[in-house]
């Protein structure tokens, strides 16, 4: 059985900095993801890595201070999140899929975890 979960969401002050981390079971995913969702907004794409191809994509609000890394031997992702802004509190999500490419649009994706609330104040 594949689960996703994911940790490390919480509140912090614009230009502060949060790690969130994504453990996965039951399967060796090549691509993983990271995605949010706003109250009233659409699921958007954040960033994915696929360790297949050594490539990593990032939303174009989040490059140069975002940073998505893999731990394989511990089927760990994690998102660093620096120089936050009140623009990216959501939801964030991570999702894994059976693909050796770098996919940006959810539904592409077959698993998800439960979600952590991330929240940057003014």
């Known amino acids: 059985q594949v689960q996703l979960v994911e940790s490390g969401g919480g509140l912090v002050q614009a230009g502060g900095s949060l790690r969130l981390s994504c453990t996965a079971s039951?399967?060796?995913?090549?691509?993983m993801g990271w995605f949010r969702q706003a109250p009233g907004k659409e699921r958007e794409f954040v960033a994915a890595?696929?360790?297949?191809?050594?490539?990593?994509d990032y939303r174009d609000s989040v490059k140069g201070r975002f940073t998505i890394s893999r731990d394989n031997a511990k089927s760990t992702m994690f998102l660093q999140m620096n120089s936050l802004k009140p623009e990216d509190t959501a939801v964030y999500y991570c999702a894994a899929v059976h693909s050796i490419l770098v996919l940006t649009t959810a539904r592409d994706y077959n698993y998800w975890g439960q979600g952590t609330q991330v929240t940057v104040s003014s």
């Open positions: 890595i696929s360790v297949t191809v050594g490539k990593i």
């Open positions: 039951g399967r060796f995913f090549y691509t």
